[in-house]
């Protein structure tokens, strides 16, 4: 009887300890946080993750711990975000296109040639549009914090290098899982591909597609660059990642204790955006060393390009709420004429 007892005892004692130790509650208790992502720990946005373990741990005094995932260990950023909605993963940092099933307005970022500069992309993600769309979270078991930077997807393949419209066509190149993308490249004569981001080396590497498109930090983490032979500038979307936690997880935990995960994401955030350009225009260099041959896009192309999707855009323009869209463009056109 003794041992039972006993049995018993260690089994209270652990359900207690896990409770203590476990992912949410009041302020002064114990938290773990278990964050995930796609790409790599070198990657800025791997190095961001770090930045904001390194800030929470030390606001907290050690009291909240980050566990950060590298290299979709917990899935790709569709499995994590579901795992965010079921409540077993605290947070994960995705572009907005996997978003686009859960939320289908933030499809206007995956709207093509929509940013001329970097800037005018903050304007608007920091901004009255950005937290609109943030807003729209909670309601399917997520909370967003803020947008951290993917950045402009550029065009890698093994065939030939793309200069004008026309050099798109044939090319089987692997995109992200939106219907935006896949209909902007069907548009310029292409055959879009999706899947997951962890096959995408292995896909190019067999020939099962040509090509694929990221930004330039992106392309030499994963050293694409080893089965491409060409790189064009094409800078044909600017992709955001946006810093969403579990709102179970986030319901849990005390005023305070949000306020420091908050402000922690978004001071990373900062860090983030401003490795990221760092890092492209070292990726550039980088690039041309490994002897990938890149070629430029002139502004005219990139314009003709634009022409040629046109009614792609007004398609999604419809689709995506005429009002939402027309404030995005309001919005560019403030931020670049500031």
């Known amino acids: 009887m003794k041992r039972v007892w006993g049995s018993v005892c260690v089994v209270l004692c652990l359900v207690l300890v896990t409770a203590a130790c476990g992912t949410s509650g009041s302020a002064g208790e114990a938290i773990v946080i278990k964050a995930g992502i796609g790409l790599n720990e070198d990657h800025p946005q ?8 390194e800030i929470v741990e030390e606001k907290s005094g050690g009291r909240i711990q980050v566990r950060p995932y590298f290299s979709a260990q ?10 965010l909605q079921a409540g077993v993963q605290e947070v994960t940092i995705p572009s907005t296109s996997p978003l686009v099933g859960i939320v289908p307005e933030f499809g206007i970022f995956d709207l093509p040639f929509v940013f001329d500069e970097e800037e005018e992309a903050d304007a608007v993600l920091d901004g009255a549009l950005g937290q609109k ?3 729209k979270l909670p309601e399917h078991g997520l909370v967003g914090l803020t947008y951290w930077e993917n950045g402009y997807r550029n065009l890698t393949n093994s065939r030939r290098p ?4 026309e050099d798109f066509r044939g090319l089987k190149i692997r995109t992200m899982q939106t219907d935006v993308h896949l209909d902007a490249f069907k548009a310029l004569g292409s055959n879009p591909t999706p899947m997951p981001f962890s096959e995408v080396f292995t896909a190019l590497e067999s020939g099962t597609v040509d090509g694929q498109e990221n930004p330039l930090a992106t392309i030499v983490s994963n050293k694409f660059y080893e089965v491409q032979d060409y790189l064009s500038l094409t800078k044909h979307v600017y992709t955001p990642f946006v810093f969403l936690v579990s709102k ?6 005390s005023p305070e204790d949000q306020q420091l995960i908050r402000e922690a994401a978004i001071e990373a955030g900062k860090y983030e955006r401003e490795l990221n350009r760092k890092v492209n225009a070292e990726s550039l ?3 041309k060393k490994q002897g990938i041959k890149i070629n430029e896009v002139s502004p005219e192309e ?13 398609k999604y323009r419809k689709k995506l709420g005429e009002d939402l869209v027309s404030q995005l463009f ?5 931020a670049r004429n500031r």
Request: proline share 2%.
């Open 46 to 53: 791997g190095q961001a993750l770090n930045r904001f373990k």
């Open 74 to 83: 917990l899935g790709d950023d569709l499995k994590m975000t579901e795992a």
């Open 133 to 135: 769309i943030l807003d």
């Open 162 to 165: 793309v200069k004008r419209a």
């Open 248 to 253: 179970s997880f986030w319901d849990r935990l």
């Open 285 to 287: 260099e980088e690039l």
């Open 302 to 314: 990139r314009e003709r390009m634009k022409q040629i999707i046109q009614p792609v855009i007004e």
């Open 330 to 334: 309001e919005e560019v056109e403030k």
